[in-house]
C-alpha cells in the first residue's frame, strides 16, 4: 500500500510539473530561470521573441555575457536586481528599461526577479519574468500627443474666436480699395491678398462653427493639385527671389481625380514649402514634382496613389531628428513652433493619404505626401 501510495504521489507530481511547464511556456512574458552563480538553467518560449537571442546561446551563462553591448547601466542594474533577490530572498520591485536587441529594434521591458526556495527554506534559484510594454508606452505617448494636440485645438479656437472680428474689417477695407487700382500687377497682388484672407476666415470659421464637424472633402480633378502649388509658389516668390532659390516643376497628367478640401492641401503645401524655403540658408534648388504611383498590400493591388514630392538642397538633418518631425511642438529651428508638419500629417490623414520624410545631414530633404485617387 505504502508502495502504491508513493507511485501516486510521484505521477502527481509529475503531473503538477507539467501542468506547471505548460502555463510556463504560454505566457506572452519571457521567464528565466538562474542558478546561485546566476548562470541560466532554463528560458521558456517567450524568451527569443522578446530578446531576440537563441535559447541555447542564454544557457549557462549570466546575462552580463550573455546580453547585446546596449547600455552598461541596464546591464549592471539588471545584475544588481538578480543579485540582491539571491542575497535578501525577497522580490525584487518592478524594474523598466530599455532593450536593444541584436537587429536594432528597441523595446521597453518590465521585470521582476522571485526567489525560488527548496522545503528546508533555502534559496535554490532566481526567476525573472519580464514583460514587452513596448506597445503599451507606444499607447502612453499616443494618449499624451492626443491631449497635446487638444490643447492645442483648444488653443486655436480661442485664438480664432479673437480674430475673425479685425479679419472681417481688413476684407472690407480692402475690397473698397479694391476698384481704385489700375495697374494689373497691383490688381493681382491685391487678388493674392483676398484669396489668403479668405482661406484665413475659412479656416476661422471653421474653428467655430464647425469645430468637431468631419473635414468635407470634394471630387477635384488632378490639375488643382498643379494650381494649388503654382498659388503657393506665387505667395512664396518674394523669399525665393531673395535667397536666389530655383524651383523645378514635373508634374504628372492623366484623368485622374482626388478627393480632397483645396483649403486643406493648400496649407499643407504652403507648410512643405516653407520649410524647404528655410532649409536654405542661400542660395539652391527646390524640386517639385507629382507621380502616380501603384500600391500593393500583401501581393494584391490597391487603388493608386498620387504623391506630391517637395525635395530641396537645404541643410538637412540627422536620421534620429528626422524620425521626431512629425511630433507636435518639435522643432529644429530656433523659434519654430513644432506644429508646421504635425498639422499637416493630420490633415493628410483625414483625406486617408500619408506623409514621408527622409534627410540626410548637409544634403537635403524630400518630403512625400501621398493621397488616394479617387474610385470612379
Known sequence: MAEEEKNTIKRIGKISEQVLSGIVQSIEAAVVLHDRDLKVVFVNDSFEKVFEIPAQDAMGRSPMDFLPEFDERHKEAIFSRLHNTLMTGVKSPYHEFSYCSPSGKYRQLLAISIPIFDNNREITQVMSVIHDVTRRKELEQEAVKAARLSSVADMAYTLAHEIN??????????????????KEENIQILDSVMKDLNRIQNTVYGFLKAR????HLKRE????????????????????????????????????????????????????????IQAIRREGKIDISTTISPQEEGGMAKEPLLCISVADSGVGLEQEKSQEVFKPFYSSK???????????????STHSGYMAFESEKGKGTTVRIYLPIAVE
Open 165 to 182: 472680428n479685425p479679419l472681417t474689417g481688413i476684407r472690407l477695407g480692402l475690397s473698397t480699395l479694391y476698384d481704385g487700382l489700375k
Open 212 to 215: 468637431k464637424k468631419p473635414t
Open 221 to 276: 480633378k488632378l490639375y488643382i493639385i498643379e494650381d494649388i502649388i503654382d498659388d503657393v509658389l506665387f505667395h512664396l516668390s518674394g523669399q525665393l527671389d531673395i535667397q536666389n532659390i530655383e524651383v523645378q516643376k514635373q508634374f504628372s497628367s492623366g484623368d485622374f481625380h482626388i478627393l480632397m478640401d483645396r483649403d486643406g492641401i493648400h496649407r499643407v503645401v504652403l507648410n512643405v514649402l516653407l520649410n524647404a
Open 334 to 348: 530656433p523659434g519654430g513652433t513644432g506644429l508646421g508638419l504635425s498639422i499637416s500629417e493630420n490633415i493628410i
